[in-house]
């Protein structure tokens, strides 16, 4: 079945170290995304990529990285520098813009917690 | 810019009554709507979009939306609720000159009660 693969759905990590999150599509979409969630505040973005090689800030990119080497693949790091990172983490993607019209499909999440 | 107002955080209402989840947009040129659907910890799943053509729009599991042109909105509606309906849900809108993006509401989480 094809989807949205992310891994770990949990995910704890100690202050002061970066983490890496993992999303990976099988749906052959070239457009990814990656979103924060916090309680209240619903979807703001982080990042996201229309294309292989190639990735564009987002509402709140300060405190993560990312890269798109490969157009399955568009991992998250959280450093160090994102003072307060814990939260729930959804990655998307999406067809081509003038396909699909831009439904976006999504994976399980990561929830990350500092500890 | 767009942008998507979900006027209520949360909706309690009791098994078997009726819901309507509001959802108001703002774009000065043509949308597409989108209702997700976000259950405890898990991702978002699409409920129903409107694209064109008749403005009612339907999901397989009793949900309608009306896109209302000249109110700005895409109210999500369903006539009888049951405790499974219990989640989060998402109103989205996106145009032809946003390229893939979409933006989202702040989220409406319905509680029903049994």
């Known amino acids: 079945d094809g989807g949205i693969t992310q891994s770990p759905k949990y995910l704890f990590r100690k202050e002061g170290q970066n983490v890496t999150l993992s999303c990976e599509q099988n749906?052959?979409?070239?457009?990814m995304y990656w979103y924060r969630q916090d309680p209240g505040q619903g979807l703001r973005l982080i990042y996201y990529?229309?294309?292989?090689?190639?990735?564009q800030k987002g509402d709140i990119a300060e405190g993560y990285s990312v890269s798109r080497e490969k157009k399955e693949s568009f991992p998250l790091t959280v450093t160090s520098a994102q003072k307060n990172p814990t939260a729930f983490y959804l990655c998307?993607?999406?067809?081509?813009?003038?396909?699909?019209?831009?439904?976006?499909?999504f994976g399980q999440g990561t929830r990350l917690t500092v500890v | 810019a767009q942008s998507v107002t979900q006027l209520d955080s949360q909706v309690p209402v009791f098994e078997e009554a009726p819901v309507e989840l509001r959802c108001n947009y703002s774009?000065?040129?043509?949308?597409?709507l989108f209702w997700y659907v976000q259950y405890p910890n898990q991702g978002l799943q699409l409920l129903l979009k409107?694209?064109?053509?008749?403005?009612l729009v339907e999901s397989i599991n009793g949900f309608e939306a009306e896109f209302n042109k000249s109110q700005t909105s895409f109210h999500l509606r369903k006539p009888s609720v049951h405790i499974s309906d219990t989640a989060e849900y998402f109103c989205?809108?996106?145009?032809?000159?946003?390229?893939?993006?979409?933006?989202f509401g702040g989220g409406t989480r319905l509680m029903v009660k049994p």
């Open positions: 998307a993607s999406t067809l081509p813009h003038g396909q699909g019209h831009n439904e976006a499909f």
């Open positions: 749906l052959n979409h070239d457009a």
């Open positions: 990529s229309q294309i292989v090689n190639d990735f």
């Open positions: 774009s000065s040129v043509s949308v597409y």
């Open positions: 409107y694209l064109s053509g008749s403005t």
């Open positions: 989205a809108v996106t145009h032809n000159n946003a390229g893939n993006m979409l933006t």
